[in-house]
């Protein structure tokens, strides 16, 4: 691909949806097509060296060692939420500045976390494999029978923007809500949203949903400990990071019905899923769906270029996380 040099150079590292890829060229040069693959090391080496601007995914790793290459570059637009695919004190090092789509994703992934809860509860995926086998041979009293949601209690780990929206979905089921959080909300919209510690809204809930960030603090923030703590006619539902539980743990305590089930949209070695959670019929399996809806996306992708333009104007970039 020609390099026009007037204009500057944007380099993506994974194939965009198209309303994104069609917006690019009318200011930027795209440094090579993007694929719908990750992008390779040698791949990312070279867009970096490049670039005046990159669109990443959380699936790449920009460490020291590959941001040692980037001369030219003033910007990563991190086209997700979290960022801990960054390397932040490296990139403030060289004076790069790093921003994400925050806000954007919010409704989707909520949405999205209440379509796991209600499959698992209600053994949506069992019974959908089961009729398209055509050895479905009609309804039962005792066939299939799952957990009810209406009037039980959604406990949430991590009450930011989605897990305040998880917990306002709840209203429609009339379900108490106790959440574990750094800080109680201020001003809840709902008298039913309880601040407690982290062990007492796991003793308590019969839905645990997670939305915390992947630090240090959060790795494995459910392990063999916590989910023992449960109750075993609870469900636990991830969207937020795989690492977040131990899957080793949830594993065992799947197996040992030590809890009732899980819904998860990520994995602790995404994109390797332990081949025992496939086999198990209490768990709901999702590939990383949670902001996968065409307007998302594209609102995800936009915000990237708002930032890049911002940036590359001199202005301060909107949702700057470094």
């Known amino acids: 691909m020609q390099i026009i040099m007037d204009r500057p150079i944007v380099f993506i590292t994974r194939l965009l949806p198209q309303p994104v890829m069609a ?25 970096f060296a ?8 959380l699936a790449d790793r920009i460490d020291a060692s590959l941001l040692a290459h980037a001369t030219t570059l003033k910007i990563i637009a991190n086209y997700a939420v979290g960022y801990n695919n960054i390397d932040l004190p490296a990139a403030a090092e060289r004076g790069i500045i790093v921003t994400n ?26 019974g ?17 029978l799952g957990a009810d949601i209406t009037g ?11 897990g305040q929206a998880v917990a306002q979905r709840a209203a429609g089921f009339r379900m108490s809500v106790h959440y574990a959080s750094r ?7 709902d008298h039913s949203w309880t601040w407690q510690p982290l062990e007492t809204v796991l003793t308590h809930s019969d ?30 539902i991830n969207t937020s990071r795989g690492p977040v539980i131990d ?23 995404e994109p390797t899923i332990a081949p025992a959670l496939s086999s198990l019929p209490n768990v709901v399996l999702l590939p990383h769906l949670g902001s996968a809806t065409l307007e998302t996306r594209v609102r995800m992708g936009l915000i990237c270029l708002d930032n890049i333009a911002a940036v590359l104007e001199g202005r301060s970039a909107p949702t700057r996380v470094n």
């Open 23 to 47: 917006a690019i060229p009318r200011h930027y040069q795209i440094l090579a097509e993007p694929v719908d693959r990750p992008a390779t090391a040698e791949e990312l080496r070279r867009g």
């Open 50 to 57: 490049q670039a005046d601007a990159v669109i990443c995914t």
């Open 101 to 126: 789509t925050p806000d954007v994703l919010t409704d989707a992934t909520a949405d999205l976390t209440w379509a796991l809860l209600l499959a698992v509860a209600r053994r949506v995926t069992e």
């Open 128 to 144: 959908d494999a089961w009729v398209r086998t055509g050895t479905w041979t009609g309804w039962t009293p005792t066939q299939m």
């Open 152 to 162: 039980k209690t959604l406990g949430i780990i991590g009450m930011g923007r989605i």
């Open 183 to 189: 800080h109680p909300v201020v001003h809840p919209p």
């Open 207 to 236: 839905f645990l949903s997670l939305h915390v960030p992947l630090t240090d603090t959060t790795h494995h923030l459910i392990g063999q400990r916590e989910l023992a703590l449960m109750k075993p006619t609870a469900f636990l």
């Open 247 to 269: 899957e080793t743990a949830l594993l065992s305590a799947l197996e040992a019905h030590t809890i009732a089930g899980a819904g998860l949209d990520v994995y602790e070695h």
